[in-house]
């Protein structure tokens, strides 16, 4: 399974295949015990906020007057989803996804797009991330970006 998912992932999470597409070659393609209906039942149930980290962007927001774009590799119908459930828009001015744009974190067209979407040059850009890779390729495009793992310090 491991080796069905690493070989379909990208070209689902770039939108070019339908989450059903990509169940078909990585999970379903046999039989299992468990439903599609469940197991979109119990893949969506994983999308829960970060409640701490959507306060520390609301209030840099407030504080600052900033915009924000939201950064995100994940499929058209997760990204969906968790647009709708978890009603990002109320703090969020634009949403850069992979599965719209047909690249992701850590490809340097993704943080072209956004600074295009976002009308800034790099250097007018704040990004605010977990992953260490992905920090360092901000960096590398110039943007000022912050690795942040820990809500104590904020």
């Not at 339908?18 to 994983?46: G, H, N, P």
């Not at 915009?67 to 968790?82: F, L, M, P, T």
């Not at 850069?96 to 744009?101: K, P, R, T």
């Not at 072209?112 to 991330?129: K, N, T």
Request: proline fraction near 3%.
């Amino acid at each position: 399974m491991e080796d069905r998912r690493g070989r379909n992932f990208a070209v689902h999470e770039d939108g070019r295949i339908t989450l059903e597409e990509y169940w078909d070659r990585v999970i379903f393609c046999q039989k299992r015990s468990f439903t599609r209906s469940q197991f979109r039942l119990f893949m969506f149930a994983q999308s829960k906020p970060y409640t701490r980290k959507i306060e520390m962007v609301c209030n840099l927001k407030a504080r600052h007057g900033l915009r924000i774009a939201v950064g995100s590799n994940e499929s058209r119908e997760v990204n969906a989803y968790r647009i709708h459930k978890l009603n990002p828009r109320a703090f969020v001015d634009s949403f850069i996804s992979s599965c719209f744009v047909h690249a992701g974190k850590p490809d340097m067209e993704m943080l072209r797009l956004a600074a295009d979407i976002a009308q800034a040059s790099p250097r007018e850009v704040l990004y605010i991330e977990n992953t260490p890779m992905f920090v360092r390729t901000a960096e590398g495009f110039g943007i000022r970006s912050i690795r942040h793992t820990d809500y104590k310090s904020t």
